[in-house]
T-cell receptor, first 112, second 114 residues
Framework: LAKTTQPISMDSYEGQEVNITCSHNNIATNDYITWYQQFPSQGPRFIIQGYKTKVTNEVASLFIPADRKSSTLSLPRVSLSDTAVYYCLVGDRQAAGNKLTFGGGTRVLVKP | NAGVTQTPKFQVLKTGQSMTLQCAQDMNHNSMYWYRQDPGMGLRLIYYSASEGTTDKGEVPNGYNVSRLNKREFSLRLESAAPSQTSVYFC?????????????FGEGSRLTVL
């Protein structure tokens, strides 16, 4: 499984855009990149997934360069409720069992 | 549709006691997982089950056993609890293959071992 590296923490202010970059130098051909969000005392929840280029949904955008060795989660115009830990995962979503492991995550604090 | 349900939500044990954490999902998912999360840390995979009748070790399986009772249920047992097993335990499920392989998590079971 590809190992991921993310910043430990980031601070931002309401209304700003937050960009979190994840490094995954050993990503395999069949691996997808998935981001999860976790609030205190809750289980993580899926935010977005991508394979290459750019993916956008109602919550976030995911930018993946051509070499796929990194990815950037972009949260537009954050609010206080976006304060959470964000995890980047890399794995083959089609693999039986899909043994997914989480790294340490990035703790995002949104200030007023 | 409850999703993933874990019981109990809170438990306090003494060192050496045993207990079983229960997990059930109603989404007809094939794969189920047990993670632990220590304070301020990320999630670590304990065991997972790719399908009914199969289980495999994750990153930190020592001190735990699991049972995939049927497609819906996946239990985690601590035979002789130790203070190092104080943690929040999350059960998750996913459908493989699927559009995203998205993991659906329960609300967690907070375990304290004295």
């Amino acid at each position: 499984l590809a190992k991921t590296t993310q910043p430990i923490s980031m601070d931002s202010y309401e209304g700003q855009e937050v960009n979190i970059t994840c490094s995954h130098n050993n990503i395999a051909t069949n691996d997808y990149i998935t981001w999860y969000q976790q609030f205190p005392s809750q289980g993580p929840r899926f935010i977005i997934q991508g394979y290459k280029t750019k993916v956008t949904n109602e919550v976030a955008s995911l930018f993946i360069p051509a070499d796929r060795k990194s990815s950037t989660l972009s949260l537009p115009r954050v609010s206080l409720s976006d304060t959470a830990v964000y995890y980047c995962l890399v794995g083959d979503r089609q693999a039986a069992g899909n043994k997914l492991t989480f790294g340490g995550g990035t703790r995002v604090l949104v200030k007023p | 549709n409850a999703g993933v349900t874990q019981t109990p939500k809170f438990q306090v044990l003494k060192t050496g006691q045993s207990m079983t954490l229960q997990c059930a999902q109603d989404m007809n998912h094939n794969s189920m997982y047990w993670y632990r999360q220590d304070p301020g840390m990320g999630l670590r995979l304990i065991y997972y089950s790719a399908s009914e009748g199969t289980t495999d070790k994750g990153e930190v399986p020592n001190g735990y056993n699991v049972s995939r009772l049927n497609k819906r249920e996946f239990s985690l047992r601590l035979e002789s609890a130790a203070p190092s097993q104080t943690s929040v335990y999350f059960c998750a499920s996913s459908e493989d293959p699927s559009n995203t392989g998205e993991l659906f998590f329960g609300e967690g079971s907070r375990l304290t071992v004295l």
